[in-house]
């Protein structure tokens, strides 16, 4: 099973992306994406 989850830029909170996981993860994804808001790539973090 996965669940749909949202990822927000650690710099500006900006909700750029959303993507699946695996429900069986225990700590929050944290991923490099681009941020078109800071214009940079960043550390987009998992959202509640």
């Known amino acids: 099973m996965s669940?749909?989850?949202i990822l927000a830029c650690a710099e500006c909170g900006s909700r750029n992306y959303s993507?699946?996981?695996n429900q069986l993860q225990l700590e929050?994804?944290?991923l490099k994406k681009?941020?078109?808001t800071c214009a940079s790539h960043?550390?987009?973090k998992e959202t509640k």
């Open 3 to 5: 669940k749909k989850i």
């Open 28 to 30: 929050r994804l944290e």
């Open 19 to 21: 993507t699946h996981a």
């Open 34 to 36: 681009y941020c078109k």
């Open 42 to 44: 960043t550390i987009h």
